[in-house]
């Protein structure tokens, strides 16, 4: 995992952790559905902070016998497991809430301590999601921009805790304006509207986030710009003739599997063929340094089609 991946985790975590135990203290006091969805919300986000770096652990251990590819995809999945946690611990339980508090409506009690505790916990969201695009900022193109950041990213963690994090403000909006629309009008099922967009809010986060890992973990292609410097570094090598296919896959965010049928110049015999296929082989390297493993198969170009 990368150092900055990890220090936006770290900051989403300690502020998470922080907002969790003052929105169930606020809970108590004020009997607020809106905080107390908010309180579930922070949980499931602390907890998907660990379960990254869980994630992170376990896809640096080395390979095995059983997985000779090593173990970057629990990176993946664990990415996957956080969308689910979402969807559910966050999303269903907020949605939950509001509507037990719609049908049994009551009066949040201690105002001020609800909104003193949101506003903190906005400064504390505000900090952490600061500290992730800044260091989304070090590896996003400038060009780029922040959606498709998050579509095509193959580091799952940034993107993650960037769509927590974005979550996590607008949902601290919504409780805001939930507890204050119901002091105003002394309607307490203003309070479990905001729970319910709360819960709203996070399953569609969650969905989202469950699609884009999904299909990181069934197997992603290199990038475009990653494939296409690839290609060039085959077919500009002098003892290629033809690059009949390539194919790409990552096997981790760091890690990219490359497989290559590639039509060598005829006169090679077979010492010189193999000198010529581990050449090829350190030029795919030079240029894309997460070709952590490359296979390339000598071949003929049989026909437009031929693979």
């Known amino acids: 995992m990368q150092e900055g991946s990890k220090k936006a985790i770290v900051a989403a975590f300690i502020a998470n952790l922080g907002i969790a135990i003052a929105k169930l ?10 905080l107390l969805a908010e309180a579930g919300h922070s949980m499931a986000d602390t907890s998907n902070q660990a379960l990254l770096l869980l994630g992170g652990r376990r896809a640096a251990r080395a390979a095995d016998e059983d997985h000779p590819f090593g173990f970057g995809r629990e990176r993946y999945f664990w990415a996957f497991v956080v969308a689910l946690v979402l969807f559910s611990m966050g ?7 509001g509507i037990q508090k719609l049908i049994d ?10 909104i003193g505790i ?14 992730a695009v800044r260091e989304a900022n070090h590896v996003k193109p400038k060009e780029m921009g922040w959606w498709e950041f998050v579509r095509t990213s193959k580091s799952p963690e940034l993107p993650v805790v960037l769509l927590e994090d974005i979550g996590a403000e607008i949902g601290l ?16 099922r203003w309070d479990a509207i905001g729970s319910i967009a709360i819960g ?17 973990l069934v ?17 500009d090598h002098p003892t290629v003739r033809n690059l009949i296919h390539l194919r790409t896959q990552h096997i981790g965010p760091d890690v990219l599997l490359v497989g290559a049928k590639i039509e060598f ?20 390297r030079a240029v894309e340094p997460s070709a952590r493993w490359v296979y390339l198969e000598p071949d003929l170009l049989r026909s437009a089609g031929g693979t």
């Open 200 to 216: 709203i809010l996070l399953i569609v986060i969650g969905i989202v986030l469950a699609i884009e890992t999904k299909g990181l």
């Open 265 to 284: 110049v005829n006169e090679f015999d077979t010492a010189r063929l193999a000198e010529a296929v581990d050449a090829v082989e350190k030029s795919i």
């Open 118 to 131: 949101l506003v903190m916990a906005i400064g504390l969201e505000t900090f952490s999601l600061r500290t």
């Open 219 to 235: 197997g992603e292609r290199a990038g475009t710009a990653a494939e296409e410097a690839i290609r060039a570094a085959i077919t």
């Open 105 to 114: 409506p009551h009066e949040t009690e201690n105002l001020p301590i609800a």
């Open 25 to 34: 203290v606020g809970f108590f006091f004020t009997r607020s559905a809106g």
């Open 173 to 188: 909006f919504l409780a805001l304006a939930g507890v204050g629309l119901a002091a105003i009008t002394h309607d307490p």
């Open 91 to 97: 999303g269903l339980f907020a949605l939950y809430e």
